[in-house]
């Protein structure tokens, strides 16, 4: 695949109207997003044509290019270089007028733009997740080896395991005051005042507990302190208090504005937080865990959530599941949705291979197979969506079925008595998953079920690409 290079990056600024139409540029894990002044001015197909760009999605006001896992970052900094060597950028006048008339003509849902945040508040975490689960993967399965089934342990070895296990403890203690800063910011408001209202769900308000953090206080005026909620009454705090911080500021005088607005934020989402958040997010939490457990144990259900998946990452909303990630793990100590879903990115790799097979020796279409292939199976879907099966859309359709068949597997096998999940909130999908596999049984049986959903996704999205989504389809 082509390499990022500053030339590259030259003709997709000039082809997104140039230094002057970009507001912003970002990345998530195979994204360029840019947030333009005005869309109209961005050639797509021009883009699209440049050597190494796999797709273009214009979602909830962002222009996304889509480069594949390991080009996003540099891509980002390399424009933003490039935005900061440009000449001056227009006026806040005119840029808010060009907003608001970009606004107006706006198509996005409320719903999608709400959900889409979850990206800019989750994205920057993925890594650390990743790393802990693959650490943490290693470590069980070693210990499951190396140490359970040994009567006489290597100390060394048992040492080494505590290690690696101990940063999944550190990061998932207190993972709360991280997403509270990300969404607070996220939602307009100051990151650290997230940070903090998090740190209420963290700390214990019992004087007589013998682990975690005391806070020193064990009611809110004689009104009970039930820190329930996790990850949802964290969101629903932060967000709430972003909104409540631009109204403080608002009445606030300017030269009091670094002395009391926070303050003034804190003290009202704290009594909020106590009295009414946790309760909810307690009740929100509980009911989500409930869904989904019951969608999961069933077949029918699980090929549903395997099937659509595409499409929510398609729209960029796919984010938006990771609280559920939250619930489930709060309540199963695995995350049982994942898998599911990682078997929609399953299919698209056994369509391609029926594409492959069906295209002529010479074609474009194998060459961009060859390409994307790999990192399919590795769990990355997205050269292979965009790429490959989407520009056709019957294979793209056939591909979602294929990933449809294994998550009706993998919701058969928990039907039956054996869930299975991540072993942390959020990591790859793919064979690159295997390791952080576990289940009630233990992780060689959470393995297992992982790997049969795995190949019943490539083989459904095979065949049924071979026998409907290759007909009257550009094999070229």
């Known amino acids: 695949m082509a390499k990022i290079t500053k030339e590259m990056i030259a003709r997709i600024l000039a082809h997104a109207g140039g230094a002057a139409n970009v507001a912003q540029a970002g990345n998530c894990m195979t994204r360029l997003r840019l947030t333009l002044r005005d869309e109209s001015l961005a050639d797509s197909a021009a883009i699209r044509q440049i050597d190494g760009v796999m797709g273009v999605i214009v979602s909830d006001e962002q222009f996304q290019v889509v480069l594949g896992p390991g080009k996003a970052q540099t891509a980002a900094e390399m424009m933003n270089v490039l935005l900061e060597e440009a000449p001056a950028a227009p006026t806040l006048a005119d840029v808010a007028a060009e907003k608001k008339q970009a606004l107006k003509g706006k198509q996005t849902s409320a719903v999608q733009k709400f959900l889409a945040k979850f990206a800019t508040i989750f994205t920057p975490l993925i890594p650390g997740f990743i790393a802990v689960g693959l650490l943490l993967g290693f470590a069980t399965l070693a210990e499951q080896v190396f140490v359970l089934e040994n009567a006489h342990p290597n100390a060394s070895l048992v040492a080494l395991i505590g290690y690696m296990k101990v940063f999944s403890k550190g990061m998932f203690t207190f993972l709360s005051i991280l997403i509270g800063y990300n969404a607070q910011k996220a939602f307009g408001g100051s ?3 997230g940070a903090i209202i998090a740190s209420l769900f963290v700390l214990g308000y019992n004087p007589e507990a013998t682990s975690g953090f005391y806070a020193g206080i064990s009611t809110f005026f004689g009104h009970g302190i039930d820190p329930r909620g996790n990850i949802i009454g964290v969101l629903i705090a932060a967000i709430l208090g972003a909104w409540v911080e631009r109204q403080v500021r608002r009445v606030m005088p300017a030269n009091l504005d670094m002395i009391l607005t926070s303050a003034v934020t804190l003290l009202i989402m704290g009594a909020v937080t106590f009295t009414v958040i946790m309760p909810i997010g307690g009740w929100l939490f509980t009911g989500m865990s409930w869904l989904f457990l019951h969608l999961n144990g069933n077949p029918f259900g699980s090929a549903v959530l395997a099937g659509l998946f595409l499409l929510a990452v398609m729209f960029g909303v796919h984010q938006g599941f990771v609280p559920v990630y ?20 399953a299919g698209q790799v056994g369509a391609a291979l029926a594409l492959f097979w069906r295209a002529k020796r010479d074609s474009l279409l194998r060459t961009q197979i060859k390409g994307a292939i790999i990192p399919g199976f590795l769990g990355i879907g997205e050269p292979l969506i965009y790429g490959v ?3 056709r859309m019957k294979p793209f359709v056939t591909a979602c079925l294929g990933g449809a068949c294994g998550g009706f597997f993998v919701g058969l096998i928990a039907w039956l008595g054996l869930p299975v999940g991540l072993n942390t909130v959020f990591g790859p999908s793919g064979l690159v998953a295997l390791p952080l596999m576990t289940s009630g049984s233990g992780i060689y049986a959470g393995m297992a079920v992982y ?11 095979f065949v049924l690409t071979w026998l409907f989504g290759s007909k009257n389809v550009d094999l070229s």
């Open 451 to 461: 790997a049969g959903g795995l190949a019943v996704s490539y083989l459904c999205g």
């Open 326 to 345: 939250f619930a489930l793990v709060d309540a199963q100590g695995f995350n049982s949705l994942f898998p599911i879903l990682a078997m929609a990115g």
């Open 389 to 391: 099966t989407l520009p």
């Open 191 to 193: 990151g650290v005042n």
